[in-house]
């Protein structure tokens, strides 16, 4: 006899998965990976491999013998942590912090709250912020790029394009005055400035990100207006006065914006549910990062203001509700 | 053929697969038995009329309408009626239903069974809908709501437009295609005959563009109409869903919990229209209908002109029999298709199709945690959010799902078919509607 399998309707899947998901973030990184492993050669390698291993151990170790269930770090979700934390930190970091700040980012940001998909902060953000915290010092050390063609010579520390900033506008400078100092947008683009191993080159991340907007793996809401909000926001106070404040596109290309905007706020996990309370997400992520900068007592305030929009997010999701089919009665608006 | 339109809100195209798209309709070989459920509408079941050992013909009434939301069946073949009793249908459980051993082909002298095409509508508005009531008509495109009663708009209401529903936007569905393709003339006359019971002057005919030799046959023989036209659409699934038509057409949104009358709208589909003009110009009550035989292993995709009674074992058999690794048949298409248990369900008025799957397609992929990508939202073409609505319905909170409008669902099935998690939504989502259903019901009675 015929045994029929019975189901409800659909009895068709698209061929989408989380792991594809992933992947396809991890393969939209791979441009920023590869920049990383340019200027900053083998301590970039060093930082990834033991940020990817680490995170992938502490997710295996802590859902085999403390959740005691089935093991997921086949799903790319530990691995895109891994290389988004990598990304997050300087490349000279001491090697026991990277595993710190993987234990940091799995244990208490993802598993603490239940594992995949109930995190309600950015893992690897969380991780950057409790390094940040805990070891100023090195986490603010920012070597100088330097292209690996060019030798494996010692490694010169210096302050980032934002730290320049800051410090000098503090001690009563002007922007023309600090201009020599900093780099060139193109340097921006290419990845010729001081900063996070990750964050270092512009273009590389804007590679990663129309790669993921093709493959419809994030949708242009939160990047667009939380850039767009930096632009509006940081144009007006330079329009006030362009010697106390830094230019629209110096904001845009400098610091974890780009990698925050692209890779960071788009976390499905952690950002709002709907393409409108996405836009007011990345609103308040804008507004927030050039507050901090500008007035705030750190340089750098993408990751304060994406972990503090994350915490927001539920209330978001109360307030900003798709647009329901027929909420609005339109009886006969064209033809 | 003009601009595509389309709905607005979310939608997804999964692979369109019609292969039976060029197979002209066959008429089937009449059954030895012919099984006829009493409940083949949506609403109350017929009552029967008829007893054991009685003799019938084809197209003789055998159920009679129960109430209002009910319907007329006909005997679809000639004979002795073996036995009233429980049969299975395509819900699994068994029903009643009569069971009638067939011989000959002996037809109610009262039907007209020549092939001459009746153009001119003698009958008055009143005169079709009773003419459509007598015949037992459901809505063909599955939903199999009543058809005359979607003719009596409530006082007050008027209609504006007639949209038929050429869509077909489910999947390996080809039944309404090749009735457009054979049937396009009588398609029309039906179509002006429900203009004439409704007293609208527009009708627009919805085709999806995956059909466009259908588009540019019936765009040529609806010249010839005064007040048709046809709208082609761009391929979109749901389309096919009353309200994703109505929008696609005519750009208006049915508000929630009410019917398209309320913007001036009357949908039906282009196998009602073609039921309609035999019931009206020949007098023949709903006794078949066309059935596609679909599915990648089936060796002859085909679509059939099949009584109703007709076990869909004979319709697998006429196709060169059930593929070895079948693991799932479905009647209608894969989104909103039912599973069926057994090969004895016969052909009802609302079968559209029987798709037979592979074993390998068959069982669902396994469930994983939902990463809140939102990808339900976005596809929901009701602008719901499934993934909150199943997580209301799983934790029974009736409430919220209440409050998040899960009646409004329209169960097409888009959020499940693109959660990468493959989380089973439409289950849940089912779940909350029938409990939902029932708090409110219970509310209204006190």
Redesign the interface.
């Given at each position: 006899m015929n045994m029929f399998t019975v189901s409800g309707s659909p009895h068709v899947h698209g061929d989408d998965s989380t792991k594809k998901i992933m992947y396809g973030v991890v393969y939209a990184m791979i441009p920023a990976i590869l920049v990383s492993v340019y200027f900053f050669g083998l301590d970039a390698i060093r930082v990834l491999v033991l940020s990817v291993i680490g995170c992938l151990f502490f997710e295996w170790v802590i859902q085999k013998y403390l959740i005691k269930g089935g093991t997921t770090i086949n799903d790319g979700s530990a691995l895109v942590t891994g290389i988004l934390l990598a990304f997050n930190v300087p490349s000279n970091l001491p090697s026991w912090m990277i595993i710190i700040g993987a234990l940091v980012a799995i244990g208490m940001a993802k598993m603490s709250f239940g594992g995949l998909g109930k995190n309600i902060f950015n893992p690897a953000l969380v991780a950057r912020v409790f390094l940040l915290i805990s070891f100023p010092v090195q986490m603010t050390s920012w070597p100088k790029p330097k292209a690996i063609t060019e030798g494996l010579a010692d490694v010169v520390t210096g302050p980032t394009p934002l730290g320049i900033v800051k410090e000098g506008l503090d001690a009563g400078k002007t922007m023309s005055e600090l201009k020599p100092q900093i780099p060139t947008y193109m340097q921006d683009l290419m990845g010729q400035m001081g900063g996070s191993m990750g964050e270092v080159s512009a273009l590389a991340l804007i590679l990663g990100g129309i790669y993921m907007l093709v493959k419809k793996i994030i949708t242009w809401h939160i990047p667009v207006s939380m850039l767009g909000t930096v632009v509006i926001f940081s144009g007006i106070l330079w329009g006030f006065n362009p010697e106390h404040y830094a230019d629209p596109v110096f904001h845009l290309l400098t610091g974890g914006m780009l990698l925050g905007a692209i890779f960071m706020a788009t976390d499905m996990v952690s950002c709002p549910m709907t393409k409108r309370g996405q836009l007011v997400y990345g609103f308040g992520i804008g507004l927030l990062t050039i507050l901090i900068r500008i007035w705030g007592a750190y340089p750098e305030g993408v990751s304060f203001a994406i972990l503090f929009m994350n915490a927001v997010v539920p209330l978001i999701n109360k307030a900003f509700k798709p647009k329901r089919f027929g909420a609005k009665p339109g009886v006969a608006i064209n033809q | 053929m003009g601009i595509l339109k389309t709905f607005a809100?979310g939608g997804?195209h999964?692979?369109e697969n019609k292969l039976s798209a060029n197979a002209p309709i066959e008429v089937l070989p009449l059954p030895k038995q012919a099984i006829i459920p009493l409940g083949q509408n949506l609403g109350a079941p017929s009552k029967a009329i008829v007893k054991k050992g009685d003799k019938v013909k084809v197209g003789q009434l055998i159920a009679e309408a129960s109430g209002f939301i009910s319907t007329n069946i006909h005997s679809p073949v000639s004979g002795t009626v073996f036995k009233l009793d429980n049969v299975i249908d395509g819900s699994?459980y068994k029903r009643p239903g009569i069971i009638i051993n067939v011989d000959g082909d002996e037809w109610d002298e009262s039907i007209d069974i020549s092939d001459t095409l009746i153009t001119e509508i003698t009958d008055d508005a009143q005169a079709i809908i009773d003419k459509v009531k007598k015949a037992g008509l459901v809505g063909m495109g599955g939903a199999t709501f009543p058809t005359y009663v979607k003719l009596m708009p409530p006082p007050g209401k008027v209609a504006e437009y007639l949209i038929i529903n050429g869509v077909e936007c489910e999947?390996y569905l080809t039944s309404d295609h090749r009735l457009m393709l054979e049937k396009g003339q009588e398609m029309l006359i039906g179509t002006k005959i429900l203009m004439k019971a409704l007293g609208v002057s527009k009708a627009i005919i919805g085709i999806e563009n995956n059909k466009p030799d259908a588009i540019n046959h019936i765009s040529v023989l609806a010249k010839d109409f005064e007040g048709i036209s046809v709208q082609a659409l761009k391929v979109q699934y749901p389309q096919g869903g009353e309200?994703q038509l109505i929008?696609a057409t005519?750009?208006?949104?049915?508000?929630?919990g009410?019917l398209p009358i309320?913007?001036?709208c009357v949908v039906q589909n282009v196998g009602t229209a073609f039921a309609v003009y035999e019931a009206v110009q020949k007098n023949k009550p709903l006794i078949d209908r066309v059935v596609s035989v679909t599915g990648k292993a089936v060796k002859k995709p085909a679509n059939y002109l099949a009584r109703i009674g007709t076990p869909i074992q004979q319709l697998i058999d006429a196709s060169e029999g059930?593929p070895e690794n079948?693991?799932?048949?479905?009647n209608?298409g894969?989104?909103?298709?039912?599973?069926?248990?057994?090969?004895d369900v016969p052909v009802v008025k609302g079968s559209s199709g029987i798709?037979l799957?592979k074993k390998e397609?068959?069982?669902?992929?396994v469930e994983?945690?939902?990463?809140?990508?939102?990808?339900c939202?976005?596809v929901?073409?009701?602008?719901?959010?499934p993934?909150?609505l199943s997580k209301a319905a799983k934790l029974a909170k009736y409430d919220i799902a209440e409050d998040e409008?899960v009646m409004?669902c329209i169960?097409c099935?888009s959020c499940?078919?693109?959660?990468?998690?493959?989380i089973?939504l439409?289950?849940y989502l089912?779940l909350g509607k029938s409990k939902v259903g029932a708090i409110m019901r219970d509310r209204n009675k006190k």
């Open positions: - | 809100l997804v999964p692979e699994g999947p309200k929008k005519v750009n208006r949104e049915v508000p929630s009410k309320e913007v001036g059930l079948t693991g799932k048949i479905v209608g894969p989104m909103m298709g039912k599973a069926l248990t057994s090969l798709l799957m397609e068959s069982s669902r992929k994983s945690p939902c990463i809140r990508c939102s990808k939202t976005y929901c073409p009701m602008g719901l959010e993934y909150l409008m409004d169960e099935g499940q078919y693109t959660c990468p998690a493959s089973p439409l289950d089912r």
